[in-house]
Each structure stands twice: as C-alpha cells, then as structure tokens.
C-alpha cells in the first residue's frame, strides 16, 4: 500500500520577512546585508550558522537566532493570519504595495503594517513635524502649511505625537485631504491615547502605518526609529518648531541621510523652540518665514528648482528662492 506524504505548505516572502523581523536586534541594515550576501530571504534560512556569523555586525548568537526562528513558523503564521482578520494589512519589500520610496531607504523596515482607506501611497507625501509643545503662532502656521499642501494634491505625514504632528493632520483632515500617520507603538496602543480620535479620523480618509506587528509599549527608541518612516516616505520634511534636542530634529537628519530636502521655519523671536530649527539653517536646510508658506509649496512641487540649489549650494543668489531675509 502507497503512502503518501503530506507536503507543508510553501512559505511565503512575507512569512520570511516576518519571521526576519520577530529576531531581536536584527534591523533592516542587517537584513539588508543578508539579502546581498544570500541573494534572496529565503535562501537565508538554508544557511550555515558560521556564513551568518562571520558577516559585518553579526556574531553567532544572532546567528543563531535567525535560524531557530524557522521553528516559530507556524505561530508566526498565527499571528499573522489575526492581523489579517483585524483588517491589518502587513507589508515586506516585495509586495508592489510596500511604499516606493521607502524601498530605498537603507534601514527600510522590513515589516510594515498598514490600516486605513488609502492602499497606495505615492511619492506625492511630505512631513510636517515639529515641538509637542508649540507656541500659537507654530499651530498656526502648521495648520496654514498642512492645507496648503493638501489642497495641491499632497499627503500630509506625520507621527501623531501631540502639538505640531497633530495639527498638521488635523490640518489636511480639514479640507479633505490625505494624511498619513505613523505609530512607535502597534495600531492597540496609540500613543498618546487623546489622539484615538484623531487616529480614527485618518483611518477613514488616509491610512496609518506601524513596524511593529507584534504588541509593542511606547519607548524612546522606538519614537526615534518612528521618524525614520515618516521622512522616508515623504520627498521632504518640514520642521516647524523644535528644540535642539526634539525628537523633529532626528527626523530632519534622516531625511538628510536619506537624500531628502528639508525645510525649517526662521522665526523672528529666538527662544527654546525657535533653536532646534536655527540649527537646522545653519546646517542647510531651506528656510522659510511664517508668510511665506507659499515658497515651502512651490519648492515641493517643483523639486527640480531644490535640485538646482543643492548642485549649486545654498548660498548667493541661487538662494533667492528660499532668502529668508
């Protein structure tokens, strides 16, 4: 009598990426390097452990990790199978649905999960960020900036922290336009809790963004990580207000490692929150005065006139453009 094997079932990309990314501290840097190193995420789990270890910023505990992971496959199948049932749609860099231009970024993360009415988001997005605890006349200018890019056409993105991040959403929430918004936390525990609401409002009309699959607490690494992701997916960042040490300051130097542009308000008055933004200046981002919000658009449009100045430098009259006075 024949028997017959049971064949298990083909895994997925996404069931190797995921697994990648449940590895305690292996980061899309990482992965990146095994992806050049194997070729293809799945050859990665038919290694040896010494081919790992012996890879730049790998040892063999690490090693060791990502190879016994393969035993987690079925829960791993679990969970994400519960994502599915929960409307979560969960992304790896093969899918044509994981953002473009975040492909690009070298720590891209490798899991990227996603929730809301907006499937597709293209390269038309630029960030608002900036203090948690603005003075008026940031709110103000934040909400007057988020509307003017929304309604030419682009999406807002922001991190839903409290203060600048928020109006900017509430901002393109106010005359119909897209905004994206991206947790340090999974899409359980949106933090700050007073912005649910807010978070609820995005989810209807624009979409939300997490790495984290997995239930994850708010911390301070985590938020760092975050900014990564909105600058990322934006072709520019605008900071409106920041201390030297605020956390829009790290999403102004991704963005710069990322190749992007980014802009920074010159307010009159110096003070605490006026700093972080001086400093961004003096380093080359583009400035812009409160009223003249209309410059920071006409540049995102025409990315063309910010490629011209950066070749020639941000200096002289090629400057005229973004001459803050």
């Given at each position: 009598m024949?028997?017959f094997m049971?064949?298990p ?7 190797y990426?995921f697994?990648?990314?449940s ?8 992965i ?8 293809d995420?799945?050859?990665i789990?038919?290694a040896e ?8 910023s ?7 990790r990502?190879?016994?992971?393969a035993?987690?496959f079925?829960v ?18 093969e899918d ?15 899991i990227?999960?996603?929730?809301g ?6 390269e038309?997005?630029v960030a608002i960020?900036g ?7 940031g709110?103000?200018v ?7 890019l ?7 993105v ?15 929430l ?12 999974d899409?359980?525990?949106v933090?700050?809790?007073r ?10 009309t624009g979409c939300?963004?997490?790495e984290?699959?997995f239930?994850?607490?708010p911390?301070?690494g ?15 960042t605008?900071v409106?207000?920041?201390q030297?040490s ?5 999403t102004?130097r ?7 542009h980014?802009?920074a308000?010159?307010w009159?008055?110096?003070?605490e ?15 812009f005065?409160p ?7 006409e ?9 011209a ?14 001459d803050?006075?």
């Amino acid at each position: 009598m024949l028997k017959f094997m049971i064949q298990p079932k083909k895994r997925t990309y996404l069931e190797y990426w995921f697994a990648l990314a449940s590895v305690e501290g292996l980061g899309g840097v990482r992965i990146q390097r095994l992806i050049t190193r194997f070729g293809d995420v799945a050859n990665i789990f038919d290694a040896e452990l010494p081919e790992i270890a012996r890879l730049p910023s790998f040892n063999p505990v690490l090693a060791s990790r990502i190879l016994t992971v393969a035993q987690n496959f079925p829960v791993l199948r679990e969970r994400l199978d519960a994502l599915n049932s929960q409307q979560v749609e969960v992304l790896c860099p093969e899918d044509a649905a994981y953002p473009a231009q975040l492909k690009s970024v070298p720590d891209a993360p490798p899991i990227l999960c996603r929730i809301g009415t907006v499937t597709e988001i293209r390269e038309q997005c630029v960030a608002i960020v900036g203090s948690q605890q603005p003075s008026l006349e940031g709110i103000q200018v934040t909400l007057a900036l988020a509307v003017k890019l929304a309604q030419a056409g682009f999406t807002v993105v922001s991190g839903l922290a409290t203060g600048i991040d928020a109006t900017a959403h509430n901002g393109a929430l106010a005359v119909g336009g897209r905004t994206v918004g991206v947790l340090a936390t999974d899409f359980s525990a949106v933090y700050p809790f007073r912005n649910s609401q807010l978070a609820a409002k995005i989810y209807e009309t624009g979409c939300l963004f997490t790495e984290h699959p997995f239930p994850t607490s708010p911390s301070p690494g985590n938020f760092v990580l975050r900014n990564r992701i909105i600058s990322g997916l934006s072709v520019a960042t605008i900071v409106v207000e920041s201390q030297k040490s605020g956390g829009a300051m790290h999403t102004a130097r991704y963005a710069r490692r990322q190749g992007k542009h980014v802009f920074a308000c010159r307010w009159k008055t110096r003070n605490e929150r006026s700093e972080g933004t001086l400093e961004l200046i003096n380093t080359g981002a583009l400035p812009f005065l409160p009223n003249e919000l209309d410059k920071v658009v006409e540049g995102v449009t025409h990315p063309e006139l910010l490629e011209a100045q950066s070749a020639i430098g941000a200096s002289g009259e090629q400057m005229a453009l973004f001459d803050a006075g």
